[in-house]
C-alpha cells in the first residue's frame, strides 16, 4: 500500500509561487502513475497536473505553462511547482498514486490528505 504526504501549502500573493511535495511510501513507488488535484468546498475535485510513465505529462489548459510536474524517484517524492498563482487557483491540493493511469481523472486509489494553497489578490 502505497502513503502519500503533501507539504509546501501555504499563502502567497497574485503571482507569486508555491512549490508542493509529496512524499511516498510503499512498495514499488516508481512504478506508480502520479497527478495532483485541487478542491474547494462545494465543487468537484479537478485535476491540475499528473505524470506518466517515461515523464509524460497533462495538465488542463487552466494551468498550462504556470505548474510544473515533476517526480524524483530516488527521493520517492513528487512535486508540483506553481507560479504566477492566481486567486483561483486557492484549495486544497491532494497528490494522487495508481498502478493505472487516470490521467487527470479522479479514480486513483491512493491519496494524501492534502495541503491548503491560499492565493490573496
Known amino acids: 500500500q502505497v502513503q502519500l504526504v503533501e507539504s509546501g501549502g501555504g499563502s502567497v500573493q497574485a503571482g507569486g509561487s508555491l512549490k508542493l511535495s509529496c512524499a511516498a511510501s510503499g512498495p514499488a513507488y516508481s512504478t506508480y502513475y502520479m497527478g495532483w488535484f485541487r478542491q474547494t468546498p462545494g465543487k468537484k475535485r479537478e485535476g491540475v497536473a499528473t505524470?506518466?510513465?517515461?515523464?509524460?505529462?497533462i495538465y488542463p489548459d487552466s494551468v498550462k505553462g504556470r505548474f510544473t510536474i515533476s517526480k524524483d524517484t530516488a527521493k520517492n517524492t513528487l512535486y508540483l511547482q506553481m507560479n504566477s498563482l492566481k486567486p483561483e487557483d486557492t484549495a486544497m491540493y491532494y497528490c494522487a498514486a495508481d498502478r493505472v493511469w487516470y490521467e487527470l481523472g479522479s479514480g486513483y486509489r491512493y491519496w494524501g490528505q492534502g495541503t491548503q494553497v491560499t492565493v490573496s489578490s
Open positions: 505524470i506518466g510513465s517515461g515523464g509524460s505529462t
